[in-house]
C-alpha cells in the first residue's frame, strides 16, 4: 500500500523569500513521486516528477524536489517566492511494478495552502 | 491540443436527487480517470478507465455511484440518490496510458443540500 503525508498543512512566506513544502511518502515497491498545483478555480497542474532518475529533480516556475530513499522524503522547495506561487500544492505517490511501470493509481496528500505576502 | 474538458462546472442538487457529470478527454487518450476532492483533502481516485474498460473501481460506492465510458471516448459519473457527504470536486483526468502523465479537467463542483 501506498501513503503520503504533507508535514504541514500551511505555510506562509514573504515574497523573495525561500519556500519548502514537506512530503513523506510510504511505498512497498519501487514509487514515482510528484508535486501537483492547484491555483483557485483552476485544473491540478503538475510541478514536477521523480521517476528513478536523477534524485533532485526540477520543475516549473524554479521549483525542485529531492528524493531521500532513506528518509522517505520528496520535500519541495524554491529559492525565492513569488506572488503567483500561492495556490495549494500537493505531493503525489503512485507505485511501480516490477518492471518499472506505473499502474496509474495516484495517491494524493491533504495539500500544503501556501500563502505568498508582499 | 485542447485540454480535459468537464460541464457542468457547478451544480447544486438536494439529498436523494440524481445529478450526473461529463467528461471528455484529450484525443487520443486511452486511460480516463475520475477523482472525488472533499474540501480540505486531497483528490481521491474513485475509478480508472482504460479504453472502455474499467481498470480499477475499488473506492467507488457502488451502491449509489456508476461510471461508463462507451466507445471508450468521452465518459459519464452518476450519482443517484445523491447524500450530503458527496459534496465534492468531481475531477476528470486523461492520459496516454497508466505510466503517462495524467492531465487533469477543471473540475465539476457538486453542493448537495
Known amino acids: 500500500a501506498q501513503s503520503v503525508t504533507q508535514l504541514d498543512s500551511h505555510v506562509s512566506v514573504s515574497e523573495g523569500t525561500p519556500v519548502l513544502l514537506r512530503c513523506n511518502y510510504s511505498?512497498?515497491?519501487?514509487?514515482?513521486l510528484f508535486w501537483y498545483v492547484q491555483h483557485p478555480n483552476k485544473g491540478l497542474q503538475l510541478l514536477l516528477k521523480?521517476?528513478?532518475?536523477?534524485?533532485l529533480v526540477k520543475g516549473i516556475n524554479g521549483f525542485e524536489a529531492e528524493f531521500k530513499k532513506s528518509e522517505t522524503s520528496f520535500h519541495l522547495t524554491k529559492p525565492s517566492a513569488h506572488m503567483s506561487d500561492a495556490a495549494e500544492y500537493f505531493c503525489?505517490?503512485?507505485?511501480?511494478?516490477?518492471?518499472?511501470?506505473?499502474?496509474?493509481?495516484?495517491?494524493f496528500g491533504q495539500g500544503t495552502i501556501l500563502t505568498v505576502h508582499p | 491540443e485542447a485540454g480535459v474538458a468537464q460541464s457542468p462546472r457547478y451544480k447544486i442538487i438536494e439529498k436523494r436527487q440524481s445529478v450526473a457529470f461529463w467528461c471528455n478527454p484529450i484525443?487520443?487518450?486511452?486511460?480516463l480517470y475520475w477523482y472525488q476532492q472533499i474540501l480540505g483533502q486531497g483528490p481521491k481516485l474513485l475509478i480508472q478507465?482504460?479504453?472502455?474498460?474499467?481498470?480499477?473501481d475499488s473506492q467507488l460506492p457502488k451502491d449509489r455511484f456508476s461510471a461508463e465510458r462507451l466507445k471508450g471516448v468521452d465518459s459519464t459519473l452518476k450519482i443517484q440518490p445523491a447524500k450530503l457527504e458527496d459534496s465534492a470536486v468531481y475531477l476528470c483526468?486523461?492520459?496516454?496510458?497508466?505510466?503517462?502523465?495524467?492531465?487533469f479537467g477543471p473540475g465539476t463542483r457538486l453542493t448537495v443540500t
Open positions: 478507465f482504460q479504453n472502455n474498460g474499467v481498470v480499477d
Open positions: 483526468a486523461s492520459s496516454l496510458s497508466p505510466w503517462y502523465e495524467q492531465y
Open positions: 503525489v505517490v503512485t507505485e511501480n511494478n516490477a518492471g518499472g511501470t506505473s499502474y496509474g493509481k495516484l495517491t
Open positions: 484525443s487520443g487518450h486511452a486511460t
Open positions: 511505498s512497498s515497491y519501487s514509487p514515482s
Open positions: 521523480y521517476t528513478s532518475a536523477a534524485t
